[in-house]
């Protein structure tokens, strides 16, 4: 039970990481000053909630991993983040569509792990939940602009949408850990999002006048530490500071 | 191009319920909606803010620095217009 939880919220936290991570990686080359500052928003946002979640799971794990050696020290096969955080930014529009996406799933997802049995779990929600509130309203705007903007950029909204949809049905899939923390009262289940998730995709969808692609469920594996290729570059340049220089400290 | 698709706006922040918005800053956004978000980005990362206000730049009608001195030069010699001769109590608080 204690290693299911483990595990679970350690998903969380990859996720966030890896998706405040690639978010981070537009400092500095955001399309504008103010959306470059926008991002990285997003981003602090996203690594907060992943050091919360990363000190939570050290401390239920009993091994004396803290913030740091989880998120630095852990190997590509050992992070459990959804494969849609880990791909590439692309261009600014499929960075916008990555990041709706994530959201409109995560916000309603973290409303109700706010009533999870777990305190803990509960509590991060609590915070997470009005910071990815923000995120897709920002994401979303963007998304309606780019999609009934111009020819250019709704082409590239919808490619962006189009090739991303293919990591959405991994959001509703749960294997036994995650089951078994459904059954205990701990996560809510995905499922029960979805309708939530999806009348929100169509509304927005709708204001851009972008297709809304099928969510397929071929990709799956990333909380299970199988990823695609795009993972490993990503960590390798993530950690290598702290690998190189472990302990460091400002 | 940047200038046509994006204009400047004025954002103005109140920094606590019962004080005035106060000017903070400019930044270039699509549209109003846009421009909220922006502001509140760029201007509020540090709780500055508990209320934004923005404003197309080219909605503001202003004065003309040319007219600095017929503007504002005949105020310099009428003293009695300033407060300092009260006593403002401590009650009063913000003002």
Redesign the interface.
Known sequence: MAADLVTYTLRLADTALVLGHRLSQWSSYGP????D??MS?LALDLIGQARLLYDYAGTVEGKGQDEDALAYLRDEHAYLNLLIAEQPNGDFAVTMVRQFLYAAFMQPYMEALMRSKDATLAAIAAKAEKELA?HV??AG?WLV?LGDGTAESQARAQAGLDDLAIFVGEFFETDAVEKAMIAAGIAPDPTSIRPRFEALLDHVLGEATLRRPVFSTHHLGGKTGRHTEHLGPMLAEMQVLHRAHPGAVW | M?EVT?PLYEVFIRAKAGLAHKHAGS?????D??AL??A???YT?RGEGVSIWVVRSDLIAASDPTDKDMMFEPTASKIYRHPTFYEVPEEVGNM
Not at chain 1, 32 to 35: A, F, G, K, N, V
């Open positions: 504008t000053i103010e959306e500052i926008a928003n923000y309203r920002h705007e602009r | 940047a994006t930044l270039h956004a699509h549209d909606a846009m978000q922006m509140r980005d760029v990362r």
